[in-house]
C-alpha cells in the first residue's frame, strides 16, 4: 500500500475553526464520534475530499497543513474509514492510505493554513499563489 508524500491536511470550515478556543487542542466533531481526526495527504486527494464531502458547504474551506513531527496525539495511515459516508460517492484508489490523528490536534503541528475557493463551476481548487 502506497503512503502519501507529507504533510497532512485537515478540511474544516472556516467559521467553525475560528470559533475553537486558539488557547486549546482544536478538536472537530468527528473526534468524539469516531475517535479520529480525519486528514489527507496531497494536493490531488485534498481537493477530491474538498470536493466530495464539502460540496455543499456555504461557508468558507479552510486547510490546515499539519506537521507530522510536531503531533503530540497518534498518527496513523489507513484505508478510508467510511468512504461512501455523507451522502458521497467518492471512492479512493484501492492502494490510498489516509492520515489520521488519535486524539486532539495540538497548535503547534499546524504549519500553515489556508482557504481553497471556488472554480467558476462551483468545484473547490487551490488558491491562486501570486
Not at 53 to 60: E, K, P, R
Not at 99 to 109: D, F, K, S, T, V
Request: charged share 20%; glycine share 4%.
Amino acid at each position: 500500500m502506497t503512503i502519501q508524500a507529507l504533510p497532512i491536511y485537515h478540511l474544516t470550515p472556516l467559521r467553525y475553526y475560528e470559533a475553537q478556543p486558539h488557547d486549546q487542542p482544536y478538536c472537530p466533531p468527528l473526534l468524539d464520534e469516531e475517535g479520529f481526526i480525519h486528514c489527507t495527504a496531497g494536493a490531488d486527494v485534498l481537493l477530491q475530499v474538498a470536493n466530495a464531502y464539502f460540496s455543499d458547504l456555504d461557508d468558507s474551506l479552510l486547510v490546515l497543513e499539519i506537521d507530522p513531527d510536531r503531533l503530540t496525539s497518534p498518527l496513523k495511515f489507513e484505508p478510508p474509514a467510511s468512504p461512501k459516508s455523507a451522502g458521497s460517492d467518492f471512492t479512493p484508489e484501492p492502494d490510498i492510505l489516509f492520515p489520521h490523528i488519535y486524539g486532539p490536534l495540538n497548535r503547534e503541528a499546524i504549519k500553515d493554513s489556508f482557504t481553497l475557493r471556488r472554480s467558476p463551476k462551483g468545484l473547490w481548487q487551490m488558491p491562486k499563489i501570486s
